[in-house]
């Protein structure tokens, strides 16, 4: 794998939920269908959709009307943790979080069973800090034994749509901003 240095990478806390496929998926297979938090997930992408969406919307009311555009601000935050309670209290009995290593281009981490080269895979990815998850696709690119863990899994993403690629970078962004704050105090 010449090209492991092509997106910058970050360690990050996340637990991981892998589902082999038995081929590659189709552009309307939904990852998250492979998993019981599908709903929670889809819940979720449903929502950033419509923050996206009404980014510009709120910056025009606040500007008429600084009041409602900071009570919407404050809606849309009480929306934010109902989503993430709903996230983390579906998601609980996923197991404890791990590191992982990501990038735009894939991640690597320790699984439990060993996987081969060139399979296809679900991931269902969430993120401790800060709280996010996202289900993709992804092709195994490596899979070496760990005498003491099992064994180090590595995947290339296969993004079904721009958005994914968008959400996995800026949750390293986030990421990374959230090391920094932790490390200046």
């Known amino acids: 794998m010449d090209d492991r240095r092509e997106y910058f990478r970050i360690d990050v806390q996340a637990n991981i939920d892998m589902a082999v496929l038995t081929?590659?998926?189709?552009?309307?297979?939904d990852p998250a269908s492979h998993f019981s938090a599908s709903p929670v997930l889809r819940a979720m992408a449903e929502l950033k959709k419509l923050d996206g969406e009404a980014v510009q919307l709120q910056q025009q009311i606040k500007d008429s009307d600084r009041a409602l555009g900071e009570y919407l601000h404050v809606m849309s935050r009480k929306i934010d943790v109902l989503a993430v309670y709903c996230l983390t209290s579906s998601t609980e009995s996923q197991g404890d979080y791990g590191e992982i290593t990501i990038s735009e281009g894939g991640l690597s981490f320790i699984g439990e069973q060993a996987v081969k080269i060139d399979d296809w895979v679900a991931l269902m990815l969430i993120f401790a800090h800060p709280t996010m998850a996202i289900a993709l696709h992804g092709q195994i690119t490596r899979?070496?034994?760990?005498?003491?863990?099992?064994?180090q899994i590595a995947a290339e993403f296969r993004y079904e749509n721009s958005a994914q690629r968008q959400?996995?970078?800026?949750?390293?962004?986030r990421s990374q901003m959230e090391s920094i704050r932790s490390n200046k105090t």
Do not use: L, N
């Open 23 to 29: 081929a590659q998926p189709t552009h309307q297979e």
């Open 143 to 151: 899979c070496e034994p760990d005498p003491d863990k099992g064994y």
């Open 167 to 173: 959400q996995i970078s800026q949750q390293i962004m």
